[in-house]
């Protein structure tokens, strides 16, 4: 298993500029989040799914939308970046809704 | 919402020493409590978790106890080692198996084990 693959690694965005962060998982997990990390700081709740057609808000959703037609995938859309959302990007998978398995991240730079 | 804090944000110890971490959260309803290493580069890739029910958890060098009337929780790391050199992070959620978890994390300690 590949576990949870997000692409791009890197992305340099300039302001208004939008663009979507793949998220991909072959674990067959219900569960999917995103979440953001700022430096020095811990991660926090973009946006999670508990299957294929359901989304919800977590923390901090503003400026993002998402979709999650399949169980594999879950992009995060950003539409008119802003410098505040300059960021690593985390998407993780759970099983059981708690224990959760995270990508390698998107650094984004917005410009 | 819930509040995690967590101390140190530097922590450095020689190979062979034990090193703790230390988190509190705000809400009591709180009942899952992983932690989470991670290394440059990577995603926090999860080394340990305790739920509610439990007030200890090993796990060969690494431990987690947790206080529920104090609303702490800490991370116990024995004989480290250079590779255990990374940020640690704590998290809490609400929410039984089976519910989406969204976790609060803490702001990371970055342990360092020097030669």
């Known amino acids: 298993n590949a576990g949870v693959t997000q692409t791009p690694k890197f992305r340099i965005l300039k302001i208004g500029q939008s663009m979507t962060l793949q998220c991909a998982q072959d674990m067959n997990h219900n569960y999917m989040y995103w979440y953001r990390q700022d430096p020095g700081m811990g991660l926090k709740l973009i946006y999670y799914s508990v299957g294929a057609g359901i989304t919800d808000k977590g923390e901090v959703p503003n400026g993002y939308n998402v979709s999650r037609s399949t169980t594999e995938d879950f992009p995060l859309r950003l539409e008119l970046a802003a410098p505040s959302q300059t960021s690593v990007y985390f998407c993780a998978s759970s099983l059981t809704g708690q224990v959760a398995h995270f990508g390698n991240g998107t650094r984004l730079t917005v410009t | 919402g819930e509040n995690v804090e967590q101390h140190p944000s530097t922590l450095s110890v020689q190979e062979g020493d034990s090193a703790v971490i230390k988190c509190t959260y705000s809400d009591s309803a709180s009942n899952y409590f992983p932690w989470y290493k991670q290394e440059l580069g990577k995603g926090p890739q999860l080394i340990i978790d305790?739920?509610?029910?439990?007030g200890e958890k090993k796990d060969q060098r690494i431990a987690v106890t947790l206080n529920k009337t104090a609303k702490h929780f800490s991370l116990h790391i024995t004989e480290t080692q250079p590779e255990d050199s990374a940020v640690y992070f704590c998290a809490a959620s609400i929410g039984p198996t089976g519910t989406a978890s969204k976790l609060t994390f803490g702001t990371g300690t970055r342990l360092q084990v020097t030669l």
């Open positions: 305790i739920r509610s029910n439990v």
